[in-house]
Nanobody
C-alpha cells in the first residue's frame, strides 16, 4: 500500500509560479508511474502530467506543455510539479497518483491517490 501526501498548493496571481510536492510513504521501485491530475469545480478530473519512476520519461497534457514540469527525487521518494505562467483556468484541486503500469493519461490505471491540494490562480 502506497500512501501519497501532496503539499505546496495555495493562492497565486496569474503569471506566477507554484511547486507541488507529493511524498510517497515507501520506496518506489523502478516500475511505478507517478501522475498529477486536477479537478476544477463542477468538472471531471483531468490528467496533467506523469513520470515513469525508473527512467524519468515524462508525458504532459497539451494544456500545460511548456509551463509545467514534472520531476522526481528518488532519494526522497517525492515527485514534484513545477507550475509556471499560471492561468486562472489552472485553478483546481491537484491530486498525485501512483500506478504500476504506464498508461499515463488513464485515470483508472492509477491505484493509489493522495488527498489533493488546492491551487487557486487569481486574475
Amino acid at each position: 500500500q502506497v500512501q501519497l501526501v501532496e503539499s505546496g498548493g495555495g493562492l497565486v496571481q496569474a503569471g506566477g509560479s507554484l511547486r507541488l510536492s507529493c511524498a510517497a510513504s515507501m520506496h518506489l521501485f523502478n516500475n511505478y508511474a507517478m501522475g498529477w491530475f486536477r479537478q476544477a469545480p463542477g468538472k471531471e478530473r483531468d490528467f496533467v502530467a506523469a513520470i515513469w519512476w525508473g527512467n524519468g520519461i515524462t508525458y504532459y497534457a497539451d494544456s500545460v506543455k511548456g509551463r509545467f514540469t514534472i520531476s522526481r527525487d528518488t532519494a526522497k521518494n517525492t515527485v514534484y510539479l513545477q507550475m509556471n505562467s499560471l492561468k486562472p483556468e489552472d485553478t483546481a484541486v491537484y491530486y498525485c497518483a501512483a500506478a504500476r503500469q504506464w498508461f499515463p493519461t488513464r485515470e483508472a490505471s492509477y491505484e493509489f491517490w493522495g488527498q489533493g491540494t488546492q491551487v487557486t490562480v487569481s486574475s
